[in-house]
């Protein structure tokens, strides 16, 4: 079984900035790819980043040249430095990952919420 724990959201203005972390942790034989994925309220979950195990990255358009994801592979952890933010941000930020063996891990954590006022 694999642990997902994200962490860092919170109530922020227009404008302001936000950095998300994402530990991983359990039955993982190695971690390829990092997504982070959002769930605004009333909409589907949709994906905002990932990147791969050597760095390759990729971006929703509606958050490319504001969000940035890192990844620390010895920690299990990614990361998602979010800048510029705007009210449309608003949304529950949950992380995945995927596994070298089985795929993307078909559970979620918690999610972190991140809301942004005008």
């Known amino acids: 079984q694999v642990q997902l724990v994200e962490s860092g959201g919170g109530l922020v203005q227009a404008g302001e900035s936000l950095r998300l972390s994402c530990a991983a942790s359990?039955?993982?034989?190695?971690?390829?790819?990092m997504a982070w994925y959002r769930q605004a309220a009333g909409k589907q979950r949709e994906l905002v980043a990932v990147?791969?195990?050597?760095?390759?990255?990729n971006y929703a358009d509606s958050v490319k040249g504001r969000f940035t994801i890192s990844r620390d592979n010895a920690k299990s952890t990614v990361y998602l430095q979010m800048s510029s933010l705007k009210p449309e941000d608003t949304a529950v930020y949950y992380c995945?990952?995927?596994?070298?063996?089985?795929?993307?891990?078909?559970?979620w954590g918690q999610g972190t919420q991140v809301t942004v006022s005008s």
């Open positions: 995945n990952v995927q596994d070298e063996s089985t795929g993307w891990i078909a559970g």
């Open positions: 359990g039955s993982i034989f190695r971690i390829t790819a």
């Open positions: 990147i791969t195990r050597g760095g390759v990255t």
